[in-house]
């Protein structure tokens, strides 16, 4: 039975080629060939004829030969070379050992070695010199372990040894076929500098392999001085290593520990594994004759604090292994084969390769099955196999015979690995070794099928989401989860416990197990705390939905990186119904009044896992086309926190409105009003809703849509929106208005008139109609300086046509209301409705404004003093755009009112007083008949007064004005008799020739001219209209002999009225252009160009 399986387990493994052979044909020694050491591609092998081939694989060319004695009669019993192929040891049957370096050649005695057959050497892993070993560790065939330290360098004391240390350690009964030095490098982080450093050794025998273990040598630099130079010395390198290890052990050797086998070959063969990039072995193997004694490595022993101290007593030893998972695995026996004897091993990191003197067979270290059997005779040209070596560098295996050399090649070795850790159910190491994404997927189906049948759901539904098992599948498995059944709880009795996906079932099962009496007590170690994480969120299983849960949030979460968005709708739909019905679960339980604070810890840790959710880059971006079912989940559920939030977050901020509404929440949805202006179409919509409520908040949330509201009227063919005219939106703002306290109505409509520019005729009529409705004084002020900023001063002109026939004030109004309609102005309100509106709520001030703008000066008066409010009257007749006999007539209405209405003299007085524009005559008619003269006796006398003072006044006048008269009538006699002297040698100004050879002018300056060089030089100089009168009056001139002497004072005074050349025309001359036109300008360019 156990052949038939393992032949079905080499054929299996046979099918992935792990193993093969790749002679190295051109490597033929002329002598046979009895040990081969590879080591960093080098070949290091010794022959009969007693030389040392060395040769480099991937460098045929490269050849050596080293004479290793002359005696043909002796043969090398072994060969050692170091892991870098540095160091050379040869052991002789003569018991002659020799000690050489790859760049020495020169083999050199070991004299402290002589007569010992050397059956192991255990290299310093960590040396990096090329002419010493640094300490090493030597077995011999009689059970001696020596310390030793061998050089090359000519500067040691003797040049003809090479010993520099040589210090026996231990004797053991038999044979050191093998020895293992385990220990962590020099500066390592796991060693702190200046601590102990322990050691671990392992030494093997035939029947026995031993473990010792103890501290290293102490530093001692100056006893380093006494072995070897300076110049072959390592900085801080210390021999002696080892004898502190073996020295408890030395004198009682039962205090050793070691493992013996009671049946031997009469040889064995260690090895370990040591992987690159790791400071220590991981693992060994020893063949015995029971099987190969296999163990993993715990090297950690070594860097144990306890351990460390207990090792303080260097006689006493220290039982300690670090050894661990040891297992004997039996020699694979084939159908078919013969039994023979094991020669020697190699061990791999998954594999132990078995040499026999006619094949190769490898076993699986995990599963301790073959894997590989071949005969090696074809390979090896029909020779027998000698041994196995590995090459510690390059990691391959090497294959001799006494003619041949072969390298067993070793590809993807830990292809299978995976399987076997998966047959195992050990999930993680099957996915550390897994190569593919099927082979993975495998893995996370068995290991989440493992979870679920062992009621770990939560486990199971995470891994089940990383799998290519059909979705629906799964979500069914877990929606058929019995909420909280025995499985979880462990509860045998049965209870009336709901099952499904069905949230209210859920409900059920909760309010089940929280509602058991008292005296039915439940242990909570029976309650399953499982937990998951998405989105960084930790939770407690709490309803049967949470697998499931887990599951679609974690399927979510892995489809991210992929397009299938319907799947992810669904998913997530899925996963926001099952967080809402448990975030409605624990609300529930939360308003009871004796909730615990545990439950209010986990209804903000399902509400938070829910919110991070939806609020997920990828999980927002493909819920934004089905928000609307969101939505309705939401409401459906009563969540109005989370509906809240899930529309803020996607900005839904008029369905956030919405919500409130119905709620009853005025004042958060105004605050939302207020912090996004964008949802000023909804204020058309709540306004009137939230005018009797809130009317500051409101008011601030129309300030702050600004342009955004339309407050006013507009022309029903204007722009829409959604489908209903701006206007219609418009008459239900003014609606809303007027369901506003007065002082918030002013506000709004302030700003929509001073900052929104508005000039719709309502908004300004709802406004002059709440300021003169305004219960304060303020009313009267508030409204005038409002006329004042909107009326312009030539409305009296825009009404011209209409203001002369006007009666009563009731017609005033009515009369400019039509004609403001008709004519239709720009005035932004309607002047009548103004008056009418002002004088209706006694704003006594405003009305006389608009009746002054309107010029109606008189209306106005007669308005202020219908009131008694002279000072108002007073200040309407000192308007500066009134005329003084407009003026003299409104302050004779004024006096007209003091004197017959009042009946006050002393009043009449003082308007005397302080009109000048109204006499004492004036005023006197008013009075009735019989007054006395007293009491108008000042006045009268400042009255003479100030006519005597005007008639002085004109006598000063007229006085000077015949002064004037006189000297200008003086000035004329003396023009008369006027002339100037010219020289006899006086020429013309223009031509310079002879003043007197023609008709001249002489002018006060000095400069003389002819009278046709003046006109030449004058005519550029005159307007067009003179230049036409002078060409007009020399033609008349010429044909009527009559007109010369209108000729000669029009000549004049178009010519000769100034200076040609310092007069007021050749000042102006300075400004004028040289060239009259463009094309002037262009005709004297071409003459000067062509010239």
Avoid at 52 to 60: G, N, Q, S, T
Avoid at 230 to 241: C, H, M, Q, V
Avoid at 965 to 987: D, G, V
Wanted: with cysteine; proline share 4%; net charge negative.
């Amino acid at each position: 039975m156990a052949a038939r399986r393992v032949l079905e387990s080499a054929d299996f493994f046979s099918k992935d080629s792990i193993f093969g052979f790749q002679t190295l044909s051109w490597f033929k020694p002329l002598a046979h060939i009895t040990h081969v050491v590879v080591c960093c591609n080098l070949v290091f092998a010794a022959t009969t004829s007693n030389k040392l081939v060395i040769a480099r694989v991937l460098d045929r060319s490269y050849v050596t030969e080293i004479e290793i004695t002359s005696h043909s009669d002796d043969r090398v019993h072994n060969l050692f070379v170091d892991p870098h192929g540095c160091h050379i040891i040869i052991s002789m049957q003569s018991g002659v050992n020799l000690y050489t370096t790859r760049k020495c050649k020169k083999l050199k005695q070991v004299q402290k070695a002589k007569d010992l057959l050397i059956d192991s050497v255990a290299w310093n892993q960590f040396n990096e010199s090329d002419t010493t070993t640094q300490e090493i560790l030597i077995g011999t065939n009689e059970g001696i372990i020596f310390e030793a330290m061998l050089s090359s360098s000519e500067e040691f004391l003797g040049s003809l040894s090479c010993t520099v240390l040589w210090k026996e350690l231990i004797r053991l009964d038999q044979s050191i076929t093998g020895l293992v030095v385990i220990r962590y490098p020099p500066g390592s982080a796991l060693v702190p500098a200046g601590e102990l450093q322990l050691c671990a050794v392992l030494a093997s025998t035939p029947g026995r392999l031993y473990q010792f273990f103890g501290r290293m040598q102490s530093s001692d630099l100056g006893s380093a001085c006494r072995y070897i130079s300076a110049t072959a010395l390592r900085e801080g390198y210390i021999p002696g290593f080892y004898a502190p290890v073996f020295a408890p052990y030395s004198q009682n050797l039962s205090g050793a520990k070691f493992i013996e086998f009671p049946v031997s070959y009469g040889y064995s063969d260690l090895k370990v594994f040591h992987k690159k990039g790791e400071e220590v072995p991981s693992q060994f193997a020893w063949m015995t004759a029971s099987g190969i004694y296999f163990c993993q490595l715990d090297p950690t022993r070594l860097i144990d604090s306890e351990v460390i101290s207990s090792a303080s007593d260097l006689m006493t030893p220290l039982r300690i292994s670090l050894a661990s998972h040891a297992k004997l695995i039996p020699y694979p026996t084939m159908a078919g084969e013969l039994a023979s004897l094991p020669l020697c091993i190699s061990l791999m990191e998954f594999h132990v390769v078995i040499a026999y003197a006619d094949r190769v067979k490898a076993v699986n270290l995990l599963d301790d099955q073959p894997v590989f059997s071949q005969s090696i005779r074809d390979v090896l040209g029909g020779t027998q196999l000698s041994g196995v070596c590995r090459d510690p560098e390059e990691d391959r295996l090497w294959l001799y015979s006494s003619t041949a050399l072969c390298q067993l090649t070793v590809d993807r070795e830990d292809w299978r690995i995976w399987r076997i850790h998966l047959d195992r159910q050990e999930f993680k190491e099957a996915r550390k070794y897994c190569k593919t994404s099927e082979q993975l997927d495998v893995i996370v189906s068995q290991e989440a099928e493992f979870y679920f049948a062992h009621g770990e759901y939560v486990k199971s539904a995470e891994l089940f989401a990383e799998t290519s098992t059909p979705f629906e599948e799964i979500a069914l498995r877990f929606s058929q989860i019995t909420a909280l059944s025995a499985a979880n709880y462990g509860d045998t009795e049965g209870g009336n416990v709901a099952a499904a996906i069905a949230l209210t079932e859920d409900y059920e099962v909760i309010d089940e197990q929280e509602g058991r009496s008292d005296g039915e007590e439940v242990e909570d170690s029976r309650i399953p705390t499982n937990t998951a994480s998405s989105f960084g969120m930790t939770f407690r299983l709490l309803t049967s939905c949470t697998p499931l849960k887990v599951f679609l949030r974690t399927k979510l979460k892995l489809l991210e990186g992929e397009t299938n968005d319907r799947l992810m709708t669904v998913i997530a739909l899925w996963l926001i119904e099952l967080l809402l019905g448990e975030i409605g679960l624990l609300e529930d339980k939360c308003a009871k009044p004796d909730a615990p604070s545990v439950r209010y810890e986990e209804l903000a840790s399902v509400r938070n896992e829910f919110r991070l959710l939806v609020t997920s880059s990828k999980v927002s971006k493909i819920l934004s086309k089905c928000k609307d079912v969101i939505y309705s989940l939401l409401s459906s559920h009563g969540n109005s926190d989370d509906f809240v939030f899930f529309a803020k977050t996607n900005g839904d901020y008029d369905r956030l409105i919405d919500h409130y509404m119905s709620r009853g929440a005025y004042a958060e949805a105004l605050f939302v009003f207020t912090t996004h202006p964008s949802c000023a179409a909804k204020l058309y919509q709540y306004s009137a809703q939230l005018a009797p409520c809130e009317p500051k908040m409101l008011v601030d949330a129309w300030i702050s849509a600004g342009r955004r509201l339309c407050p006013c009227f507009v022309p029903f063919n204007c722009t829409y929106y959604a489908g209903i005219s701006v206007a219609c939106f418009c008459c239900r703002l003014l609606s809303s208005l007027l369901l506003l306290l007065p002082g918030e109505a002013i506000r709004y409509l302030e700003f929509a008139l001073d900052q929104l520019q508005c000039q719709e005729q309502a908004i300004h009529h709802q406004l002059i109609h709440l300021y003169a409705s305004l219960p304060d004084s303020t009313a009267d002020t508030r409204l005038l300086t409002y006329l004042k900023k909107y009326t312009p001063s030539n409305l009296c002109g825009v009404f011209v046509e209409v203001l002369g026939g006007l009666g009563t004030t009731d017609n005033m109004s009515k009369t400019l209301s039509s004609a403001y309609t008709t004519l239709e102005p720009g005035l932004p309100y309607d002047p009548g409705f103004a008056i009418r509106t002002s004088m209706e709520k006694g704003c006594l001030r405003s009305t006389v404004f608009l009746l002054q703008s309107l010029g109606l000066f008189g209306q106005a008066i007669e308005e202020a003093l219908s009131k008694n409010d002279i000072a108002l009257a007073k200040e309407i007749v000192k308007s500066n755009i009134l005329g003084i006999d407009a003026q003299r007539a409104l302050w004779l209405r004024i006096a007209r009112h003091v004197v017959t209405d009042q009946s006050s003299p002393q009043e009449a007085t003082a308007l005397l007083q302080e009109s000048s524009l109204l006499r004492l005559e004036d005023v006197f008619p008013l009075f009735p008949d019989f007054v006395t003269i007293d009491e108008f006796r000042e006045v009268i006398c400042e009255s003479l007064d100030a006519y005597n003072s005007q008639i002085e006044q004109l006598k000063v006048e007229m006085r000077s004005t015949v002064e004037s008269t006189n000297e200008i009538r003086t000035q004329l006699h003396e023009y008369k008799s006027h002339y100037e002297i010219i020289p006899e040698n006086a020429r013309c100004s223009h031509c310079l020739h002879s003043i007197s050879l023609r008709t001249f002018y002489v002018f006060p300056c000095g400069h003389f001219f002819h009278t046709d060089c003046l006109l030449n030089l004058v005519r550029p100089l005159l307007t067009p209209g003179d230049a036409g009168r002078l060409a007009e009056l020399c033609t008349k001139a010429e044909t009527d002999a009559a007109v010369i002497q209108s000729f000669r004072s029009q000549f004049d005074e178009l010519v000769a009225a100034d200076c040609a050349l310092c007069g007021k025309v050749a000042i102006d001359s300075v400004s004028r252009l040289y060239f009259s036109d463009a094309k002037e300008y262009e005709s004297e360019q071409k003459i000067w160009l062509t010239s």
